[in-house]
T-cell receptor
Framework: KQEVTQIPAALSVPEGENLVLNCSFTDSAIYNLQWFRQDPGKGLTSLLLIQSSQREQTSGRLNASLDKSSGRSTLYIAASQPGDSATYLC???????????FGKGTRLSVIA | EADIYQTPRYLVIGTGKKITLECSQTMGHDKMYWYQQDPGMELHLIHYSYGVNSTEKGDLSSESTVSRIRTEHFPLTLESARPSHTSQYLCASNGDSYNEQFFGPGTRLTVL
């Protein structure tokens, strides 16, 4: 059964710092991996989707990498801003054509 | 751009009432999902559907029921609401396992 772990559970950084959020998964036979952002009391916003054949995806100040063989993904946020404060979740399909399995998320606070 | 809608956004209701939470998407996605999330806690999959007339229960046992009569519509019903049903309910959809999953804004339900 697929399990997803995110480290750290919470992170507080000063504005302007570059930071890395980590995600690991137990079953490397995945179709893709998706990173989401969730603001308090809101739905999830898709940030990046990495297909299994890709190594990384970039969107603005965000860069996500995928290493299937080691079961790991990282989300790199450059030049962090207070507006980046949110919970970040990664998710992978459980196996084949099945619903996403989510990590518990990393709660990020960027201090001005 | 993802177009997935949930109504109502907020609902406060008394114990014993029957309620239906609406979810619709205009992207023609076959796959739709309902998640339950308590404040600050992880997401739990409660129902999903891979097409019309197809519904499955998720990982978290729920007293709710769902139906999928039309591709774009995936309502969730609670026959008799209880205070333990107080939570946020999130609807999501995606086209297939290779595609991004998109979330609606959520319905925050409070049962008194």
């Amino acid at each position: 059964k697929q399990e997803v772990t995110q480290i750290p559970a919470a992170l507080s950084v000063p504005e302007g710092e570059n930071l890395v959020l980590n995600c690991s998964f137990t079953d490397s036979a995945i179709y893709n991996l998706q990173w989401f952002r969730q603001d308090p009391g809101k739905g999830l916003t898709s940030l990046l989707l990495i297909q299994s054949s890709q190594r990384e995806q970039t969107s603005g100040r965000l860069n996500a990498s995928l290493d299937k063989s080691s079961g790991r993904s990282t989300l790199y946020i450059a030049a962090s801003q207070p507006g980046d404060s949110a919970t970040y979740l990664c998710a992978v399909p459980s196996s084949g054509n099945t619903p996403l399995v989510f990590g518990k998320g990393t709660r990020l606070s960027v201090i001005a | 751009e993802a177009d997935i809608y949930q109504t109502p956004r907020y609902l406060v209701i008394g114990t014993g009432k029957k309620i239906t939470l609406e979810c619709s998407q205009t992207m023609g996605h076959d796959k739709m999902y309902w998640y339950q999330q308590d404040p600050g806690m992880e997401l739990h999959l409660i129902h999903y559907s891979y097409g019309v007339n197809s519904t499955e229960k998720g990982d978290l046992s729920s007293e709710s029921t769902v139906s999928r009569i039309r591709t774009e519509h995936f309502p969730l019903t609670l026959e008799s609401a209880r205070p333990s049903h107080t939570s946020q309910y999130l609807c999501a959809s995606n086209g297939d396992s290779y595609n991004e999953q998109f979330f609606g804004p959520g319905t925050r339900l409070t049962v008194l």
